[in-house]
């Protein structure tokens, strides 16, 4: 925590109108004297509810930020908290449409100086990307924090063609909160007006998304990849390497053409001043030097420094959780990175070796299960982190390298070329990289996922015809990562990786007849005089009390949040249409004599032909049901 160079003050609820008569809700932190002394603003826009969504993470950034001489304004998307109107989809054009009323508003404010910035984490950071794209004049930069420019090639719904599992987790999320009523003492006795029209209304999200297996115009929208040249002010890229969305950040900034700055630390899914694996950074301060800059015209030398800052990682054991993952800075000037070099890698009957050799044609039809020590997507920082590989590699076809003799450096993205065939139309393959320890552990250090009926684009998927060789190209994960001398590269390929993604309509076997793995390679160099970050400051914390298990309370506001659930991922190993997926989760909020309460159940099946998607809806307001919605739906497979 910190002291305040301003007196900050709280605007705990204000409606901003839009033109159709819609308003949304805002929460705005302001230095006290702004009216007089008036400052740029930061928008943070999202969907989930700024009264007691985000509300922790909210208490540590926005106060921090008016603190500092900045309007920190948090505003609820249409049909979410407190604000009016429905929400239909994720980025839909209504959403960024009613972003530029609200930046237009927030420049014309009292308090305002008339420039606007844009920031927010996955949802926030990919709709700052999208707003950006369409330049309303008073929004002069952005921080773009876990997001993507592609919608399908990198979010939590498709990998390389693939669905992914976390999909499943999110989409149940994010069916619940959009149930969950505007607060009583914010919006008066209107609340369960609102409250029963977004239960009448809310949309069955996962059955869109399922019904766009290719990527097709619906996801063509709002991914800024398909217009670069669209955003024209400053963005600052930042990502973790054990997040989901770091891919995107070495590809906009190559792609960018606008000011840029880029940001990979260790972390999961979370602000960087908070955020694990360790270790945390400054990053308030950091954003300040950014917002000093391009919306108060403050030379803070932020655009003299390297152009992407990079946290290089050692060699650790495998583990679920990790508090932090040592590691060194490094900076680069742009991307890609001048002087990296190719260590190519062939598969051959003695592992991976450094020139080509024979490899007699090797067959992978791996277990359904493969893929128990995968972790999750997008990770957070708990344990949801990849543990362990020996049991998934001893499962999976393994190549590997003798013992190193020097530390290989990698930074970005390692390909896999292969020469393959398929007995079955529709198959994957997955590749893992892993550091295998002296000791026998491995631990991934990236991987990659193919729908092999993807091998030519994601827009026009192509069966395979059984027994047709062909040449195909797995870019995994950019890292940034040290493999020590004395330990071994392995890569390990498998046909299933459960529940990371879902399984192919049938039990395939890809044979391998040849092929290639490229390692991105940074030379050594001398030790690199970078600026230090700041040890992280934050504002003061939310107050929270636990009330009992599973029941937490709000003491500023006197909520009390209940939450309760379970997921249920099953396959067995010999019958990929076995795999099925529920979850349920159960949601109270509660003050005084008020309370509601949101049941919802998502069921996941397949055949060889179709998923079929189960959901059910339930709510009460006290002891009287409101609400009961069911969903029974047949959606064909897409190559999928």
């Given at each position: 925590?910190?002291?305040?160079a301003?007196?900050v003050?709280?605007?705990e609820?204000t409606?901003?109108?839009?033109?159709?008569g819609?308003?949304?809700?805002?929460?705005i932190?302001l230095?006290?004297?702004?009216?007089?002394?008036?400052?740029?603003?930061?928008?943070?826009?999202?969907?989930?509810?700024?009264?007691?969504?985000?509300?922790?993470?909210?208490?540590?950034?926005?106060?921090?930020l008016a603190?500092?001489?900045?309007?920190?304004?948090?505003?609820?998307?249409?049909?979410?908290?407190?604000?009016?109107?429905?929400l239909?989809?994720?980025?839909?054009r209504?959403?960024?449409?009613d972003?530029?009323?609200?930046?237009?508003w927030?420049?014309?404010q009292?308090?305002?100086?008339?420039?606007?910035?844009?920031?927010?984490?996955?949802?926030?950071?990919?709709?700052?990307l999208?707003?950006a794209?369409?330049r309303?004049p008073?929004?002069?930069?952005i921080?773009?924090?876990?997001?993507t420019?592609?919608r399908?090639?990198?979010?939590?719904?498709?990998?390389?063609?693939?669905?992914?599992?976390?999909g499943?987790?999110w989409?149940?999320?994010?069916?619940?909160?959009?149930?969950?009523?505007?607060?009583?003492?914010l919006?008066?006795?209107?609340w369960?007006?609102?409250?029963?029209?977004?239960?009448?209304h809310?949309?069955?999200f996962?059955?869109?998304?399922?019904?766009?297996?290719?990527?097709?115009a619906?996801?063509?929208?709002?991914?800024?990849c398909e217009?670069?040249?669209?955003?024209r002010?400053p963005?600052y890229?930042?990502g973790?390497?054990t997040?989901?969305?770091?891919?995107?950040?070495?590809?906009m900034?190559?792609?960018?053409s606008?000011?840029?700055?880029?940001?990979?630390?260790?972390?999961?899914?979370?602000?960087?001043h908070f955020?694990?694996?360790?270790?945390q950074?400054?990053?308030?301060?950091?954003?300040?030097r950014?917002?000093?800059?391009?919306?108060k015209?403050?030379?803070?030398?932020?655009?003299?420094?390297?152009?992407?800052?990079?946290?290089?990682m050692?060699?650790?054991?495998?583990?679920?959780h990790?508090?932090?993952?040592?590691?060194?800075?490094?900076?680069?000037?742009?991307?890609?990175?001048?002087?990296?070099v190719?260590?190519?890698?062939?598969?051959?009957?003695?592992?991976?070796?450094?020139?080509e050799?024979?490899?007699?044609?090797?067959?992978?039809?791996?277990?359904?299960t493969?893929?128990?020590?995968?972790?999750?997507?997008?990770?957070?920082?708990?344990a949801?982190?990849?543990?362990?590989?020996?049991?998934?590699?001893?499962?999976?076809?393994?190549?590997?390298?003798p013992?190193l003799?020097?530390?290989?450096?990698?930074?970005?993205?390692?390909?896999?070329?292969?020469?393959?065939a398929?007995?079955?139309?529709?198959?994957?393959?997955?590749?893992?990289?892993?550091?295998?320890?002296?000791?026998?552990?491995?631990?991934?250090v990236?991987?990659?996922v193919l729908n092999?009926?993807?091998?030519?684009?994601?827009e026009?998927?192509?069966?395979?015809?059984?027994?047709?060789?062909?040449?195909?190209?797995?870019?995994?994960?950019?890292?940034g990562?040290?493999?020590?001398?004395?330990?071994r590269?392995?890569?390990?390929?498998?046909?299933?990786?459960w529940?990371?993604?879902?399984?192919?309509?049938?039990k395939?076997?890809?044979?391998?007849?040849?092929?290639?793995?490229?390692?991105?390679?940074?030379?050594?160099?001398e030790?690199?005089?970078?600026?230090?970050?700041?040890e992280?400051?934050?504002?003061?914390?939310?107050t929270?009390?636990?009330?009992?298990?599973?029941v937490?309370?709000?003491?500023r506001?006197?909520?009390?949040?209940?939450?309760?659930?379970?997921?249920?991922?099953h396959?067995?190993?010999?019958?990929?249409?076995?795999?099925i997926?529920?979850?349920?989760r159960?949601?109270?909020?509660?003050?005084?004599?008020?309370?509601?309460?949101?049941?919802?159940?998502?069921?996941?099946?397949?055949?060889?032909d179709?998923?079929?998607?189960?959901?059910s809806?339930?709510a009460?307001?006290?002891?009287e049901?409101?609400?009961?919605?069911?969903?029974?739906?047949?959606?064909?497979?897409?190559?999928?």
């Open positions: 925590m910190t002291a305040f301003r007196d003050r709280v605007i609820h409606m901003i109108p839009l033109r159709d819609t308003r949304l809700a805002a929460r932190w230095p006290r004297d702004a009216e007089q002394d008036p400052v740029p603003a930061i928008l943070e826009y999202l969907p989930y509810r700024k009264r007691d969504g985000t509300h922790e993470r909210d208490a540590l950034t926005h106060p921090y603190g500092h001489g900045y309007a920190a304004v948090r505003v609820d998307i249409r049909g979410s908290g407190e604000s009016d109107g429905l239909h989809d994720e980025y839909t209504q959403e960024q449409d972003a530029l009323e609200v930046i237009a927030l420049a014309a009292p308090w305002c100086s008339g420039a606007v910035g844009m920031m927010g984490i996955s949802w926030g950071g990919f709709n700052a999208q707003v794209a369409r309303p008073a929004l002069k930069a921080v773009s924090i876990c997001s420019d592609d399908y090639r990198d979010d939590v719904h498709y990998m390389g063609g693939a669905r992914l599992g976390a499943l987790g989409a149940s999320f994010f069916f619940r909160s959009m149930c969950h009523p505007p607060d009583p003492l919006v008066g006795d209107r369960r007006a609102v409250w029963r029209e977004r239960l009448a809310v949309p069955m996962l059955e869109a998304w399922l019904r766009h297996q290719r990527r097709d619906y996801w063509r929208h709002g991914s800024i217009d670069y040249g669209a955003i002010c963005v890229l930042v973790g390497w997040d989901g969305y770091t891919n995107a950040v070495p590809r900034l190559a792609r960018l606008c000011p840029r700055k880029g940001l990979i630390g260790p972390w999961a899914h979370a602000y960087p955020a694990r694996p360790g270790p950074i400054g990053f308030l301060q950091e954003m300040l950014w917002w000093d800059r391009w919306l015209g403050i030379d803070t030398g932020v655009m003299d420094e390297p152009m992407l800052r990079a946290w290089m050692q060699s650790v054991r495998p583990a679920r990790h508090h932090t993952l040592p590691g060194r800075w490094i900076g680069e000037p742009g991307w890609p990175p001048p002087g990296i190719t260590h190519r890698l062939f598969l051959a009957d003695g592992g991976l070796e450094t020139e050799a024979a490899l007699a044609p090797q067959s992978v039809c791996t277990p359904q493969v893929g128990r020590h995968a972790g999750e997507w997008c990770p957070f920082g708990g949801d982190q990849a543990g362990d590989q020996r049991e998934d590699d001893a499962r999976s076809l393994t190549f590997e390298t013992p003799e020097r530390d290989l450096d990698i930074l970005g993205a390692p390909v896999l070329t292969v020469e393959l398929s007995d079955k139309p529709v198959a994957h393959l997955v590749a893992r990289l892993c550091d295998v320890h002296p000791s026998g552990e491995s631990l991934r990236s991987y990659g092999l009926a993807h091998r030519d684009g994601h026009t998927p192509v069966p395979l015809a059984a027994g047709q060789r062909y040449r195909v190209r797995i870019q995994l994960n950019d890292t990562c040290v493999l020590p001398a004395g330990h590269v392995r890569l390990a390929l498998s046909t299933t990786y529940p990371l993604i879902w399984p192919s309509p049938e395939a076997a890809v044979t391998i007849f040849g092929g290639s793995l490229d390692l991105p390679v940074r030379p050594p160099r030790p690199e005089a970078l600026r230090p970050f700041a992280p400051q934050t504002a003061a914390p939310e929270i009390t636990t009330v009992r298990p599973g937490q309370r709000i003491e506001i006197g909520l009390e949040l209940g939450s309760e659930g379970t997921s249920t991922f396959v067995d190993d010999d019958d990929p249409l076995s795999a997926a529920e979850l349920r159960a949601d109270t909020l509660a003050r005084d004599a008020w309370k509601v309460r949101i049941e919802t159940r998502l069921h996941l099946s397949c055949t060889r179709a998923f079929r998607l189960q959901a809806l339930r009460w307001e006290g002891d049901a409101v609400c009961a919605r069911d969903w029974d739906r047949s959606i064909a497979r897409d190559c999928l």
